[in-house]
Protein backbone atom coordinates (compact mmCIF):
# COMPACT_ATOMS: atom_id res chain seq x y z
CA UNK A 1 0.00 0.00 0.00
CA UNK A 2 1.64 3.62 -0.88
CA UNK A 3 2.25 5.72 2.10
CA UNK A 4 0.03 8.71 0.98
CA UNK A 5 -3.12 6.06 0.99
CA UNK A 6 -2.53 4.57 4.79
CA UNK A 7 -1.79 7.83 5.44
CA UNK A 8 -5.28 9.39 4.06
CA UNK A 9 -7.31 6.38 5.56
CA UNK A 10 -5.53 7.13 8.63
CA UNK A 11 -6.92 10.48 8.94
CA UNK A 12 -10.17 9.37 7.83
CA UNK A 13 -10.65 6.90 10.25
CA UNK A 14 -9.43 9.70 13.14
CA UNK A 15 -12.39 12.15 11.39
CA UNK A 16 -14.79 9.56 11.79
CA UNK A 17 -14.04 8.73 15.09
CA UNK A 18 -14.85 12.04 16.72
CA UNK A 19 -18.52 11.62 16.15
CA UNK A 20 -18.67 8.12 17.00
CA UNK A 21 -17.03 9.70 20.28
CA UNK A 22 -19.43 12.21 21.28
CA UNK A 23 -22.51 9.79 20.03
CA UNK A 24 -21.78 7.01 22.48
CA UNK A 25 -21.02 9.86 25.32
CA UNK A 26 -24.14 11.54 24.57
CA UNK A 27 -26.16 7.56 24.66
CA UNK A 28 -23.93 7.23 27.52
CA UNK A 29 -22.82 3.76 26.22
CA UNK A 30 -19.05 2.64 26.02
CA UNK A 31 -17.40 4.08 22.59
CA UNK A 32 -15.95 1.13 21.44
CA UNK A 33 -16.29 1.79 17.89
CA UNK A 34 -14.93 5.24 18.16
CA UNK A 35 -11.55 3.69 20.17
CA UNK A 36 -11.11 1.42 17.25
CA UNK A 37 -11.25 3.81 14.76
CA UNK A 38 -8.89 5.83 16.61
CA UNK A 39 -6.10 3.75 17.66
CA UNK A 40 -6.74 1.56 13.77
CA UNK A 41 -6.39 5.28 11.90
CA UNK A 42 -3.32 6.78 13.98
CA UNK A 43 -2.14 2.80 13.43
CA UNK A 44 -2.48 3.46 9.97
CA UNK A 45 -0.09 7.30 10.23
CA UNK A 46 1.79 6.61 12.55
CA UNK A 47 3.20 3.63 9.97
CA UNK A 48 3.03 6.51 6.90
CA UNK A 49 5.24 9.15 8.72
CA UNK A 50 7.48 6.58 10.43
CA UNK A 51 8.29 5.31 7.01
CA UNK A 52 8.49 8.80 5.63
CA UNK A 53 9.98 10.57 7.90
CA UNK A 54 9.56 14.67 7.28
CA UNK A 55 7.29 14.17 4.42
CA UNK A 56 4.17 14.74 6.09
CA UNK A 57 4.31 18.39 6.60
CA UNK A 58 0.83 20.57 6.54
CA UNK A 59 1.76 21.36 2.63
CA UNK A 60 1.73 18.04 1.46
CA UNK A 61 -1.32 16.33 3.52
CA UNK A 62 -3.76 18.51 1.19
CA UNK A 63 -1.61 17.28 -1.68
CA UNK A 64 -1.87 13.50 -0.10
CA UNK A 65 -5.37 13.86 0.15
CA UNK A 66 -6.07 14.60 -3.10
CA UNK A 67 -3.97 12.91 -4.85
CA UNK A 68 -5.39 9.66 -3.01
CA UNK A 69 -8.71 11.16 -4.48
CA UNK A 70 -7.71 11.71 -7.98
CA UNK A 71 -6.43 8.01 -8.04
CA UNK A 72 -10.15 6.80 -6.26
CA UNK A 73 -11.84 8.61 -9.38
CA UNK A 74 -10.12 7.83 -11.76
Request: proline share 5%.
Amino acid sequence: MDYDTAFVIGLVGVVLGIPAFFSAYAEQRRPYLALLLFVAGGGAMTYAVVNNPGLYTPDHIMDAIFGVVARIVT
